[in-house]
């Protein structure tokens, strides 16, 4: 039986199931950047991540300047002069998902211990506060004060210590098979994969859910 939920927050709560550097190649084609440069693209989105988590430099951002300061980021080194406009699209979707989140987790409370397990840049507790969502959750497990991001089994290990549920107990869901579904089960805990429509990939998830609404009806009534 599950009595403690752990969720990821970047590709599960702020979007059903898309990797964030999905929504910003998304943004920026929007905005007119070359199809022919994704390759260009993605080192500088993973530039872009990589320092912020070493930094710290995101640490007193809300969702608007850490989109914003992102797409800066990743728009100075392919030479990309709408990044501004880029970041705002990123946050506007990211708006409408979240709230469409919070109201998939509002029935959870009170049924289930709730948890927060997230490879991120220092601001999640603030990106939380912002959309009211953090009173939803009994813990915050965060990397970047962690010290070991996902799939280390470190983060779990730290989000563990804060329940007392074993890991049996409890579930963890996220969008990505290698650093959600696989250390999650080598734990003990059961995992769901959420996921766009039509992109289910078979991971050994005890569960697939393609927004956090379908989520929140199908462990209700398991």
Not at 5 to 11: E, H, K, L, Q, T
Not at 37 to 57: I, L, V
Request: aromatic share 10%; net charge neutral; hydrophobic share 45%.
């Amino acid at each position: 039986m599950v009595s403690t939920i752990f969720f990821d927050f970047g590709g599960c709560i702020d979007a059903p199931g898309i990797h964030t550097r999905t929504l910003f190649w998304n943004a920026f084609l929007a905005e007119g950047a070359d199809p022919a440069g994704r390759a260009a693209f993605q080192d500088a989105y993973t530039a872009a991540d990589q320092r912020m988590m070493a930094s710290g430099e995101a640490k007193t951002m809300s969702l608007e300047a850490f989109n914003r300061h992102n797409a800066a980021l990743i728009a100075g080194p392919i030479g990309f002069d709408r990044a501004p406009a880029a970041g705002d699209r990123v946050t506007s979707l990211m708006r409408g998902y979240i709230a469409n989140s919070r109201q998939a987790l509002l029935p959870l409370k009170g049924k289930f211990e709730l948890g927060i397990i997230s490879n991120f840049t220092g601001n999640l507790e603030l990106i939380l506060r912002e959309f009211q969502l953090r009173e939803l959750f009994t813990s915050v497990t965060e990397s970047f004060y962690v010290g070991a991001s996902k799939p280390d089994p470190r983060i779990f290990h730290a989000a563990l210590a804060q329940t007392k549920s074993a890991p049996a107990s409890c579930l963890y869901i996220g969008d990505n098979p290698k650093n959600d579904i696989a250390p999650a089960k080598a734990l003990g805990m059961k995992a769901v994969l959420i996921h766009p429509a039509g992109e289910r990939q078979e991971c050994g998830a005890d569960y697939y859910v393609e927004d956090l609404n379908a989520f929140s009806s199908w462990i209700q009534n398991k």
